[in-house]
C-alpha cells in the first residue's frame, strides 16, 4: 500500500545520520455529490478504517500540531507540516480507492465508487 510503500522510504540520510523525516497519512471517508467533495474523517468506520492520521507505524495520531519528537535531542527542521505532493495526487495532495484502506489502487483522480481517499504529510527534523 502507499503507506508501507513510504514506511519503506521513511528516512532520508546522505550519510546525516541527524536529518529525519516524520511521515502521516490523513485518512478520510465520503464521496463526491454534484461535483462537492464530502469527505471526512467523522466517516470513518471503526474499528475497520485507519484513525483520521496515523504515522507510519499504523499508530493513531490525535493532532498534527502536537506531534512529539522522538526525544529532546531532535528540533524540526521545517516550521510547519507539508503535504506530499509527487506522484499521482489531486490538487489538494489526496488519492482515491475504492472501500479499503489497504488496496493498492489509489489514483490522484476521483472516480465514481471511490468512497476513501487519503493524503501524506511530511515534516523534516534534524539532530
Do not use: C
Not at 519503506?8 to 541527524?18: E, R
Amino acid at each position: 500500500s502507499l503507506l508501507n510503500n513510504l514506511k519503506l522510504n521513511s528516512t532520508h540520510s546522505d550519510n546525516l545520520d541527524n536529518i529525519d523525516y516524520d511521515i502521516i497519512a490523513e485518512n478520510q471517508r465520503g464521496l463526491i455529490i454534484l461535483g462537492i467533495p464530502l469527505f471526512s474523517k467523522y466517516s470513518l468506520v471503526s474499528p475497520f478504517d485507519p484513525p483520521y492520521y496515523q504515522n507510519v507505524n499504523g499508530n493513531s495520531i490525535n493532532d498534527l500540531s502536537l506531534y512529539p519528537l522522538p526525544d529532546l535531542n531532535w528540533k524540526w527542521s521545517w516550521d510547519r507540516w507539508y503535504v506530499l505532493m509527487n506522484d499521482d495526487v489531486d490538487d489538494k495532495g489526496f488519492v482515491y480507492s475504492a472501500i479499503n484502506f489497504n488496496s493498492v489502487n489509489w489514483k490522484g483522480k476521483y472516480k465514481f465508487g471511490n468512497s476513501i481517499r487519503r493524503r501524506i504529510w511530511i515534516r523534516m527534523r534534524e539532530k
